[in-house]
């Protein structure tokens, strides 16, 4: 299995070459989409009532917190380009609501999670995945760039295709003073530097704490606290990884109370501490 890690998606080849492929069930805070660029795999979700068979060219997406695993026949080669689309939400008009369409259509009998080979252009399709293994390798100037690109693209192909099956966009504007139970995730992501109380947020959306706190539960699969430690914990890898700052200024920079609340909840998450962390990744 190869791993390669961006400052906002992760990439990973899961590669069934010489023995099968059994894949735990987990689940993420971030989205996932799946390809079969060789051979024949298995999605199972829900805790093994639904699985679906992919095929050569067929593609997946696997909403964020549904429990899932994977499993590869002999010889399979499976690409998974996991992303948080609010890091996307800078490409352009048509993503100012990305995060709301994929929580809307988590629940839409019109969106689709299989899209078997040919519903997307197998060129498109063969393409931009091969994009996101061969940049995130390289790792040259801009990869990031280019595999937000091409993952920008698979979703626009995507949601052309729940569109043309009936699924409706809210065309609206996002309102930056009032959130809601859709837009507070996104909200918690590019305020994680800052000290997020979940009465405030619950505040935001106009809820008492209690009803808050179920709702975000049945939304986000989580509590909110979870959820911000989370973001919090996924910031701190990628400074861990593709920055020198030491764990005071990571601390800081990602609203922790210090330097032992960091080292507390990283383990917790990671099992190792944030300095083990970075020397296993040959910081």
Not at 20 to 41: D, F, N, V
Not at 50 to 55: E, S, V
Request: with cysteine.
């Amino acid at each position: 299995m190869g791993r390669n890690v961006t400052e906002t998606t992760e990439t990973v080849v899961l590669s069934a070459e010489s023995r099968t492929l059994p894949q735990k069930m987990h689940s993420h805070y971030r989205y996932e989409i799946l390809y079969a660029m060789k051979g024949t795999a298995s999605v199972t979700v829900t805790a093994g009532k639904t699985k679906y068979i992919l095929t050569k060219g067929s593609i997946f997406l696997v909403h964020a917190g549904v429990v899932h695993s994977v499993t590869a026949g002999l010889g399979a080669k499976v690409v998974s380009v996991s992303f948080d689309p609010v890091y996307l939400c800078s490409f352009g008009v048509a993503f100012e609501r990305l995060p709301v369409i994929l929580k809307k259509a988590d629940s839409s009998l019109c969106a689709q999670a299989l899209f078997p080979v040919g519903t997307i252009d197998e060129n498109i399709a063969e393409y931009c995945f091969s994009q996101c293994v061969s940049e995130a390798n390289g790792s040259g100037y801009g990869y990031d760039i280019v595999i937000n690109s091409s993952l920008g693209r698979l979703l626009i192909e995507m949601i052309r295709i729940w569109c043309k099956a009936g699924f409706v966009i809210d065309q609206s504007g996002v309102s930056s003073e009032k959130l809601d139970m859709n837009s507070v995730g996104a909200y918690i992501v590019k305020h994680c530097d800052e000290q997020l109380r979940v009465e405030d947020l619950a505040a935001k959306c106009g809820m008492s704490y209690s009803y808050f706190a179920k709702r975000f539960r049945a939304v986000y699969g989580q509590t909110c606290k979870e959820y911000i430690e989370n973001v919090r914990i996924d910031r701190a890898e990628k400074l861990l990884l593709f920055t020198s700052h030491d764990l005071s200024f990571i601390s800081q920079e990602l609203g922790f109370s210090d330097c032992s609340h960091l080292i507390k909840v990283f383990r917790q998450h990671k099992g190792v501490t944030p300095r083990q962390f970075r020397m296993r990744k040959g910081q």
